[in-house]
């Protein structure tokens, strides 16, 4: 992904990505206030980050280990950022993972939660994470089925550092942003389901979901965190 080439582009976008979470809110009865705008900088440079931060932005997503490591070095805890892991996690990584983001939103399964787990009580932490759900059941794709995730809620619910505070999902590619609203609302509907189980420390108050091209319609069915990329920095370079 290429970064916008000044600070006034990047300024731009973000006002107009959060002007549509706002009307997307506004068209369902939302308070817009509820949904957190997480800037992805996948291949931005930290320059482009700087912009967006001058421009507001303070929610940051990596995808990539190695990449991220070194642009949250480049910021102090002053500047105020959080950031969040957002891609595919191995478990040979958690030890690297964990402690270093607010928030890991890629938890596939219940071996990755136990690493996670194991490697925040070594920390003396409590991660928080969203559990992947594949939502569209692709073969491709990682993440808990929708009957593997009912299942493993008892087991996740004794991980004592683990704090899982609701589900993520990518639905299947689409040409047509209104394509994807049957997947976002599925995992609204499973999200409301399984916040009625009788678990002590599950939570399914966050649901992170929506990119560049359908942000506005996972908006208004529920999402909490969008991921937006291209949107805000420009198209990935190819």
Not at 64 to 77: C, D, N, T, V
Not at 81 to 93: A, D, E, N, V
Not at 141 to 164: E, N, R, Y
Request: hydrophobic letters at 45%; charged letters at 25%.
């Amino acid at each position: 992904m290429t970064d916008a080439r000044d600070s006034d582009a990047i300024a731009h976008n973000v006002q107009s990505v959060l002007h549509s979470i706002r009307r997307a809110a506004d068209r369902v009865g939302r308070r817009s206030d509820t949904i957190r705008l997480i800037a992805v900088t996948k291949s931005v440079s930290v320059s482009g980050i700087r912009h967006a931060i001058a421009a507001g932005v303070r929610l940051f997503g990596e995808n990539r280990l190695q990449e991220a490591i070194p642009k949250i070095a480049s910021f102090g805890p002053e500047a105020g950022l959080s950031w969040h892991f957002i891609g595919r996690l191995q478990r040979r990584k958690v030890r690297s993972v964990v402690g270093a983001f607010a928030m890991i939103h890629s938890v596939d399964s219940l071996e990755l939660a136990a690493e996670v787990n194991r490697r925040a009580e070594e920390a003396g932490a409590c991660q928080e994470i969203l559990l992947e759900v594949n939502i569209g059941g692709e073969s491709s794709k990682a993440g808990f089925s929708l009957p593997a995730v009912v299942d493993a809620l008892p087991v996740l619910d004794s991980m004592s550092h683990l704090s899982v505070k609701g589900l993520m999902a990518v639905p299947p590619p689409t040409l047509e942003a209104e394509s994807a609203r049957p997947y976002f609302r599925r995992l609204s509907e499973l999200a409301r389901s399984l916040s009625h189980a009788n678990l002590r420390r599950i939570r399914m108050d966050e649901l992170s979901m929506g990119m560049s091209n359908d942000y506005e319609v996972a908006v208004e069915e529920g999402a909490t965190f969008v991921r937006v990329g291209s949107a805000i920095f420009g198209p990935r370079a190819l």
